[in-house]
């Protein structure tokens, strides 16, 4: 049974593979999510490249965008073929590229094509399909409409719904703006979870700490955080003890640099380049001296060596210690 209890959201160019393979080196039982893949990618682009990810990241769910049922049927398909333990679908991007193809946040005002979309993919894949979501879009934004959307889509067979505990603006405000500017609604997700008790209902959105997922796991199924767990990754280092009760030793941040060097090793040997990877990585470079430094090594001073391995060991060198 895969556990929802903690995860990390789905983050255009930033939960790629080599992401996740980091953070899988911090926490063992978090969820992982790709970033969302549309269904035309998918099916007409480079599927192998799109679908590929490391035995290590399980668990590990696919998210798709896409609103024609037969498509995401398709797809669902791929990622089960995929080895892929969920297939999520984005009900919550505000990005006016997605909007004028019908993916995201926008499909919150069509309930019964979201409810078409699940059905197609369960019907097509036994893995469990999962859906991402906000709280409204403007114009659509009462709780009522919010019922009707998750009741809807919970007659087609889904148990499992993301809460962004937000609105999306459709007009006038960036995909970053839609992360910041509407207010959090804690609230509102919690209602849905007392008028839903049969379904799974995740909270994400701002949350920042463990102890802010201790608390809302009192009144929700799970938690997801997205960019705290990409700006600060070493508090996933704790998640397993804190939130799901493990006993095995806190990894430290030296040991999961030093747990990367074989991984960058063989994408070096493949042909790419070693700041592909340790972009993600700089996050672990914060709190203690010499991060600052740590953060240059891999962020600047990679671009201008012939040695990026040994880079690599001057900045692990750095986080002994801290």
Known sequence: MLSRRFSVAPMMD???RHCRFFLRQLSK???????MVTTGALLHGDTARFLRYDESEHPLALQLGGSVPGDLAACAKLAEAAGYDEVNLNVGCPSDRVQN???G???MGHPQLVADCVKAMRDAV??????KHRIGINGRDSYSQLCDFVGQVREAGCRSFTVHAR???LEGLSPKQNREVPPLRYDVAAQLKRDFP???IILNGGIKTLEECREYLLTFDGVMLGREAYHN?????QVDSSLFGSNAPVISRAQALRNMRPYIERHLAEGGAMHHVTRHVLGLGQGFPGARRFRQLLSVDIHKTDEPLALLDQATALLEGH
């Open 14 to 16: 930033w939960t790629d």
């Open 29 to 35: 039982h978090a969820l992982l999510y790709t970033e």
């Open 101 to 103: 193809n019908m993916i």
């Open 105 to 107: 946040a926008c499909l």
């Open 126 to 131: 036994g893995v469990e399909v999962t859906v």
């Open 167 to 169: 609105i999306a603006i």
């Open 198 to 200: 049969d379904l799974e």
């Open 233 to 237: 990754p070493y508090l996933l280092a």
